[in-house]
């Protein structure tokens, strides 16, 4: 009895055994904006690298998934350049729900470790805060906002896509100023589009500024400039020929050429632009503009006016600005074409501010960068927007 007692133990031990054999790891791409070459795992570290898709430099966008990994602490190495952070890699258990830095658990320009959940059957990771189509639609939809707005799409992407526009007209024949922003002209750039949306919601809100932005601004808004690049993953920067941001002599993307002409049509006065920058931390860890040969005092007293009104704590201070000429901000940067500003400020005889915001990655002027403080942060532009239409002067000179 006792034999046959533990013959069967054993043959349950064995099925046992073979039911809870660790799953194979798998590494994927299958996930919004998805980009990684699986290369190999040995032991518990997995070898990876970013795909460029026609980039002609190094770039560092990424984004996979992880299934089977349950309880398993993993390095990841990523082989071909840096991709990473000094706060590692965001992190999501809920399928992009909520992301968190990775840091703690250690982190290189290369590699970063991670333990697995017990019960994380599926775990994200991205180089940056992700910001999808889905998102942008998402605010649209869910946001409890006042006025009206008209959506609809600029035009076809090269791959058939619908490139979303968005505009609030004024009830007032004559708005005070016509303001146009965008973003993703660099589509792995998505963080920065955290900031054009909490600006785009300050026009959406139930307050003094909401109201008086809806009566004296026209808004118009590119949120994704290289759609088909933000939707697949790509890194967008540096893509042959040219990228987006440098298509404005040659408008070989359909996205350019149709902001082009939605510009000429709405003749803005304020053009705004956002990107991120580099990505680790030896570069430009604080929130700036590079300025143009063209900036003018408008846009220095604008700078300002953006500090004293910022939200957000992330530390903004116009000083931080980039004088053109200075670092990468100089001629031989725009040798592969025009960028949007440089063609705006060409060619659109109304405008007064014309610029791009670069919004850090993972730290300005050591504050942790999340998607809210990026709202607030926009939000703040648009305070700072009121404050230039009524005429607030806080600096008359662009000398130092
Ligand atoms: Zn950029």
């Given at each position: 009895m006792k034999k046959i007692y533990l013959i069967i133990v054993a043959v349950l031990a064995g099925l046992s055994s073979i039911s809870c054999t660790p799953k194979e790891v798998i590494v994927d791409d299958q996930l919004p904006a998805g980009n990684i070459v699986f290369e190999r795992m040995l032991n518990d570290t997995v070898y990876v690298h970013q795909q460029l898709r026609g980039s002609k430099k190094a770039w560092f966008y990424w984004a996979f998934r992880v299934r089977g990994a349950q309880g398993k602490k993993l390095t990841f190495v990523f082989t071909k350049s840096f991709a990473l952070c000094e706060r590692g890699p965001l992190v999501s258990l809920d399928k992009g729900k909520s992301y968190e830095y990775l840091a703690e658990e250690g982190s290189t320009p290369h590699t970063f470790t991670y333990t697995f959940p017990a019960d994380a059957k599926e775990v994200w990771f991205y180089e940056c805060h992700p910001y999808t189509p889905e998102m942008w639609e998402a605010f649209l939809k869910n946001r409890n906002h006042k006025g009206e707005f008209e959506t609809g799409v600029l035009c076809k992407s090269r791959k058939g896509r619908d490139v979303p526009f968005f505009r609030m007209t004024t009830?007032?024949?004559?708005?005070k100023k016509s303001v146009v922003v965008s973003a993703r002209h660099h589509c792995s750039e998505a963080p920065a589009a955290y900031v054009m949306e909490g600006f785009v919601a300050a026009f959406l809100e139930d307050s003094q500024l909401g109201v008086w932005l809806r009566e004296n601004v026209e808004l118009t808004v590119v949120?994704?400039?290289d759609m088909d690049g933000a939707v697949e993953g790509d890194q967008g920067k540096w893509r042959l020929p040219h990228d987006h941001n440098r298509d404005y002599t040659e408008f070989l993307y359909p996205e350019t050429a149709a902001l082009a002409s939605l510009m000429a049509e709405t003749e803005p006065h304020v053009f705004m632009d956002f990107h991120n920058p580099k990505l680790y931390k030896y570069n430009d860890n604080y929130i700036y503009t590079p300025y143009k040969d063209f900036s003018g005092v408008d846009e220095y007293n604008f700078s300002a006016l953006i500090e004293k009104y910022q939200e957000g704590d992330l530390d903004y201070k116009a000083s931080d600005n980039l004088p053109y000429g200075v670092s990468w901000n100089k001629d031989s940067n725009y040798t592969d074409g025009l960028s949007v500003t440089g063609w705006v400020s060409a060619n659109i005889k109304s405008i007064e501010i014309c610029r791009t915001f670069e919004i850090p990655f993972a730290y300005a002027n050591g504050k942790l960068v999340y998607p809210d403080k990026m709202r607030k942060f926009g939000h703040g532009i648009a305070r700072a927007l009121q404050a230039y239409i009524e005429g607030e002067v806080l600096v008359t000179t662009t000398e130092n």
């Amino acid at each position: 009895m006792k034999k046959i007692y533990l013959i069967i133990v054993a043959v349950l031990a064995g099925l046992s055994s073979i039911s809870c054999t660790p799953k194979e790891v798998i590494v994927d791409d299958q996930l919004p904006a998805g980009n990684i070459v699986f290369e190999r795992m040995l032991n518990d570290t997995v070898y990876v690298h970013q795909q460029l898709r026609g980039s002609k430099k190094a770039w560092f966008y990424w984004a996979f998934r992880v299934r089977g990994a349950q309880g398993k602490k993993l390095t990841f190495v990523f082989t071909k350049s840096f991709a990473l952070c000094e706060r590692g890699p965001l992190v999501s258990l809920d399928k992009g729900k909520s992301y968190e830095y990775l840091a703690e658990e250690g982190s290189t320009p290369h590699t970063f470790t991670y333990t697995f959940p017990a019960d994380a059957k599926e775990v994200w990771f991205y180089e940056c805060h992700p910001y999808t189509p889905e998102m942008w639609e998402a605010f649209l939809k869910n946001r409890n906002h006042k006025g009206e707005f008209e959506t609809g799409v600029l035009c076809k992407s090269r791959k058939g896509r619908d490139v979303p526009f968005f505009r609030m007209t004024t009830k007032n024949s004559m708005p005070k100023k016509s303001v146009v922003v965008s973003a993703r002209h660099h589509c792995s750039e998505a963080p920065a589009a955290y900031v054009m949306e909490g600006f785009v919601a300050a026009f959406l809100e139930d307050s003094q500024l909401g109201v008086w932005l809806r009566e004296n601004v026209e808004l118009t808004v590119v949120p994704f400039v290289d759609m088909d690049g933000a939707v697949e993953g790509d890194q967008g920067k540096w893509r042959l020929p040219h990228d987006h941001n440098r298509d404005y002599t040659e408008f070989l993307y359909p996205e350019t050429a149709a902001l082009a002409s939605l510009m000429a049509e709405t003749e803005p006065h304020v053009f705004m632009d956002f990107h991120n920058p580099k990505l680790y931390k030896y570069n430009d860890n604080y929130i700036y503009t590079p300025y143009k040969d063209f900036s003018g005092v408008d846009e220095y007293n604008f700078s300002a006016l953006i500090e004293k009104y910022q939200e957000g704590d992330l530390d903004y201070k116009a000083s931080d600005n980039l004088p053109y000429g200075v670092s990468w901000n100089k001629d031989s940067n725009y040798t592969d074409g025009l960028s949007v500003t440089g063609w705006v400020s060409a060619n659109i005889k109304s405008i007064e501010i014309c610029r791009t915001f670069e919004i850090p990655f993972a730290y300005a002027n050591g504050k942790l960068v999340y998607p809210d403080k990026m709202r607030k942060f926009g939000h703040g532009i648009a305070r700072a927007l009121q404050a230039y239409i009524e005429g607030e002067v806080l600096v008359t000179t662009t000398e130092n």
